[in-house]
Every structure is written in structure tokens, then in C-alpha cells.
Nanobody
Framework: QVQLAESGGGSVQAGGSLMLSCAAS????????MSWYRQAAGKERELVAT???????TYADSVKGRFTNSKDNAKDALYLQMHSLMPEDAGVYYC????????????????WGPGTQVTVSS
């Protein structure tokens, strides 16, 4: 019914910036909460930022003041503007959307993108 695809990852030097985008495609769905997660090699996947259905935006303490989370409701798209990147920010970044799908929007689905790699060199 719906699938996600991240883009904008790449390799930057410490202090650089990247803009990540998450695009949704499909039909018969409604998006509620939208989040960015990341996972470094050997570490657990961690929540980076969330935009709730209400519009409330939250950030992990480690990225506050450096990352900006935003969305485009018309496109069901999610964005993450990252500034002052540090080596600790490296990893695969995943887009997540909590959705309801199906003809009657009764199927709750946790939808994940395939991820985009972010590499930060010091």
C-alpha cells in the first residue's frame, strides 16, 4: 500500500551539512507519526527525531540544536536538515512512518525505508 525511500545521504567532513529526504509512494493510506532513526555498526537503532500527528517535534538530546526535522503534509514527505555533523552522527538513517492502510484505513502498519548511509570523517 505504501513504501518509503530515503535520499540525501553521503560522505562529509566533520562540521559539514546534509539534507535527508524521505518520500512516500502508494495509495490507500494515511500517515500519523513520522520519525528518523539511525543505526551505526555494532549499535542499536536509535530515534533521532519525530514529528507527531499533532505537529509536535522532538529530538534526541545528541542532535538538539544541530538537526531540524520537518515535513510536507501534501507529499507525506519527511526531511532532516543536519548541520555541524560529527563522526558520532555516522550510520544508516531510516525513515519511519506510522500509517493506517487498506480500503477502510483499519490496518495499522509500521513502514520503514531501506535507509541511506551517512559517513562523517574527522
Amino acid at each position: 500500500q505504501v513504501q518509503l525511500a530515503e535520499s540525501g545521504g553521503g560522505s562529509v567532513q566533520a562540521g559539514g551539512s546534509l539534507m535527508l529526504s524521505c518520500a512516500a509512494s502508494g495509495s490507500g493510506y494515511r500517515v500519523y507519526d513520522m520519525s528518523w532513526y539511525r543505526q551505526a555498526a555494532g549499535k542499536e537503532r536509535e530515534l533521532v527525531a519525530t514529528i507527531e500527528y499533532s505537529g509536535t517535534i522532538t529530538y534526541a538530546d545528541s542532535v538538539k540544536g544541530r538537526f531540524t526535522n520537518s515535513k510536507d503534509n501534501a507529499k507525506d514527505a519527511l526531511y532532516l536538515q543536519m548541520h555541524s555533523l560529527m563522526p558520532e552522527d555516522a550510520g544508516v538513517y531510516y525513515c519511519y512512518e506510522l500509517t493506517r492502510q487498506g480500503p477502510w484505513l483499519t490496518q495499522v502498519k509500521n513502514v520503514w525505508g531501506p535507509g541511506t548511509q551517512v559517513t562523517v570523517s574527522s
